[in-house]
């Protein structure tokens, strides 16, 4: 049986995966880079949809990439280029209410918070003494920036910045874009850390870009990356990590991996649950995943005629079907129950607009994300019968606000949780890694009494959207995984 030797392992060639490796190979490490599809990226992938048309399937935006480590990547030189987001509206059919970025205080106030939990995330990468897991300590736990708004609402907190009630729904379906949360429960303002819509604009190219730049900068740092290698378990001896074993038996010898998968599928699906630790089964089990976005894709041969009442750079952002506040928790309600509300939440982004090359000339490229949609149904799977009806639905909600859509579109696409949780292996096709909610954010995430990006098994580390880090800024996570393994080689920790 083939055995290749590594200093580390990284389970995903994904936006994470890609900066550990290009982290880990300056520092003179051998790694490699294991991923299961055929192609690098993960949720960082443009395809070709319907023929000359191109969009990202999973999503549009992602996280900000922190600025110290997008410099520290070089990703400039490496082609990743971003453009901001300057508008975002909501879209009614006789009304139009628009904001920018620096006109909104919950989101200064949310993105000052953010950086400042990255750098308090960022001070725990030094080599420490782990305590026991679940362990009260007597040490002093910082504070993390933000976490008063684990105590309070999303709803109590827009309204603290606003008494416009459309302002108040832009708002919220700018932070809960994609997401199925209730607004008025205690916790879910912790949803302004995690960027929904217009936080961080668009990659020119699509976020494939964005993977193809991660690759170039592992790539020429000296890292291995191989596609088609499924990871089937992680290999222990003594307590401690020694390789993985890939689907064609192949062994991978290393000291150090790092985990890109969500929390339940790196635990559950490459450990034996007798062979965790019994509170780190537990732990485990009872994480809450959330998958709750249907993305759809649409052809269009020409962009659709603005409404009259709109500003004139409607499209260059995202655009909100007829927002409501006061609708998001019955949507939730009926997600909790496997059933697909008749009110969805649905931001569109016309990709086109900021990136020609989308689509033919004179062409269009439009995706919708849609909120509030189960991976499983009460009433059996996604089936193709389900699948048209959510895209009917989807195209009335549009038609009412743009009416003359129907006569531009030429092909649409849908994708409902189940197909990214087989695309990605994302649990439930919770692409978030996990639900945003007070025990599971911040200090608490992924679990409490463990010094992340470690976990309490030796050598393994945890990178990607489990990870506070992962939610806060997009390559945070890997990097911060990537330079706790270089400090713990060079404390002797890994040996």
Request: aromatic share 6%.
């Amino acid at each position: 049986m083939e055995s290749l030797r590594y200093d580390a392992a990284i389970i995903g060639a994904g936006a994470d995966g890609l900066a550990a490796a290009a982290t880990l190979a300056k520092s003179g490490l051998k790694v490699i880079v294991l991923e299961r599809n055929e192609q690098p990226g993960g949720r960082c992938i443009t395809r070709q949809f319907h023929p000359g048309y191109f969009a990202s399937p999973f999503c549009d935006e992602l996280p900000p990439i922190p600025a110290e480590i997008f410099w520290s990547l070089d990703l400039a030189r490496h082609g990743a280029i971003f453009v901001p987001s300057q508008v975002s509206t909501g879209l009614w059919s006789d009304r139009a209410v628009s904001t920018r970025p620096s006109a909104n205080d919950a989101r200064a106030e949310s993105k000052a918070f953010a950086a400042a939990a990255l750098k308090l995330a960022e001070t725990r990468i030094a080599p420490q003494r782990k305590r026991l897991f679940g362990a009260r300590s007597a040490e002093k736990v910082d504070e993390w920036p933000g976490d008063a708004w684990a105590t309070r609402s999303l709803t109590d907190v827009l309204a603290a910045n606003s008494s416009n009630q459309d302002v108040i729904a832009l708002a919220m379906a700018d932070a809960l874009q994609g997401r199925t949360a209730h607004p008025d429960l205690m916790g879910s303002a912790l949803h302004l850390l995690s960027p929904g819509a217009g936080g961080s604009g668009l990659v020119i190219g699509g976020l494939q870009s964005l993977t193809n730049a991660l690759v170039s900068a592992a790539e020429s740092a000296g890292a291995e990356i191989s596609c088609g290698l499924e990871v089937t378990d992680v290999r222990r001896k003594s307590g401690k990590i020694i390789g993985a074993r890939l689907a064609d038996g192949t062994e991978i010898a290393a000291r150090a991996i790092i985990s890109t998968l969500d929390l339940k599928r790196t635990f559950l699906s490459l450990f034996a649950w007798s062979d965790l630790p019994k509170d780190v089964s537990s732990h485990v089990g009872s994480f809450r995943m959330v998958g709750s976005a249907a993305r759809l894709l649409f052809a269009l041969d020409r962009l659709p005629q603005k409404p009259s009442f709109a500003e004139d750079d409607l499209f260059a952002g995202p655009i909100h079907l007829e927002p409501m506040s006061s609708e998001r928790g019955a949507v939730y309600a009926m997600w909790r129950e496997g059933a697909v509300a008749k009110n969805l939440p649905i931001s569109l982004r016309f990709i086109s607009a900021t990136d020609p090359r989308s689509c033919p000339a004179g062409a269009a490229t439009m995706t919708a994300t849609v909120g509030g949609v189960p991976v499983r149904l009460f009433d059996g799977s996604w089936t193709h019968e389900k699948r048209d009806a959510l895209r009917e639905q989807v195209f009335a909600a549009i038609e009412r606000v743009l009416p003359d859509v129907a006569a531009c579109v030429r092909a649409c696409d849908v994708i409902v949780p189940p197909d990214v949780e087989d695309a990605l292996g994302c649990t439930d096709g919770d692409l978030r890694g996990g639900e945003i909610a007070s025990d599971q954010m911040l200090g608490f995430r992924p679990w409490f009494g463990s010094a992340p990006p470690r976990t309490p098994i030796d050598g393994l580390y945890l990178a990607g959207p489990s990870t506070s880090a992962g939610l806060l800024g997009t390559c945070a996570a890997g990097v911060f995984a990537g330079r706790a393994i270089v400090a713990d080689f060079e404390a002797g920790i890994l040996k």
